[in-house]
């Protein structure tokens, strides 16, 4: 198989899981909605609110993945190291899967997918689920750093030109796509451990405020799996001779 064929390929099967994910989430979120694994007393039986932990992580973290899905995607047309190329299409393809059933949620919930009025990360601040939008423009649960801190899980700050913390810059995906070999291998390890560091803290934070259970699954998966990745690029790098940034 040619890599264009192999890159074709590898787009027909993310674009799949998508949506199959889309498919899940209709019948994950229609069986949370009827009252299953409810650990809230029944808090999850209606929509959540548009300002609502529930929403505003759906949103960020599709925004969110939706860059580690590039990222990968870019890394994979730039080395030949096929450990990094199967770490980047593990990647790419979890994170679309996810991002599909966060889209589908709020498609159910009938929200919007974008909200031109909430800065990211708003939702931290959010204590649970009400019909107003607690938090939102304000400054609860941000730290005095230019982070965001809820709950304990503190947030890193938010460089210039990243739309929320762990996310790369548009200078930095440029640079990605223009080097390769070994130096696009450890310059996208880099970029996806301070991604993973970034969505580890926000999934930790819906963990603890999102009031759908099965949402609340997921995130915590997202942290578990995230950790494990943290663990693998770090020997990575090393073997590299290279370290995480920061």
């Given at each position: ?231 693998l690029m770090a020997d990575m790098l090393k073997q590299r001779g290279a370290a995480p940034r920061g």
């Amino acid at each position: 198989m040619t890599r264009a064929n192999g890159a074709h390929r590898t787009y027909w099967v993310s674009g799949a899981a998508v949506v199959l994910a889309v498919l899940f989430a209709v019948g994950a979120t229609v069986a949370t909605a009827s009252g299953g694994d409810d650990r809230d007393g029944g808090t999850s039986s209606r929509a959540p609110a548009l300002y609502s932990p529930d929403a505003g992580f759906a949103r960020d973290m599709s925004v969110h993945h939706q860059q580690a899905v590039e990222m990968s995607f870019i890394v994979r047309d730039r080395t030949e190291d096929e450990a990094v190329r199967s770490l980047a299409y593990d990647i790419a393809n979890t994170q679309a899967n996810q991002r599909g059933m966060m889209l589908g949620w709020l498609d159910l919930w009938g929200l919007p997918k974008v909200l031109a009025d909430e800065p990211p990360m708003s939702w931290m601040g959010t204590e649970g689920s009400g019909d107003g939008h607690d938090g939102h423009g304000g400054t609860a649960g941000h730290g005095t750093d230019g982070g965001h801190a809820m709950g304990g899980h503190a947030m890193g700050a938010t460089k210039p030109g990243a739309l929320m913390p762990g996310m790369a810059t548009k200078e930095e995906l440029t640079r990605l796509g223009a080097v390769e070999g070994r130096d696009a291998e450890v310059l996208y390890l880099q970029l996806m451990t301070d991604h993973h560091k970034g969505g580890v803290a926000m999934a930790r934070g819906c963990a603890a405020l999102c009031e759908t259970p099965a949402e609340r699954k997921l995130a915590e998966g997202m942290v578990e799996a995230q950790q494990s990745e943290l663990t693998l690029m770090a020997d990575m790098l090393k073997q590299r001779g290279a370290a995480p940034r920061g």
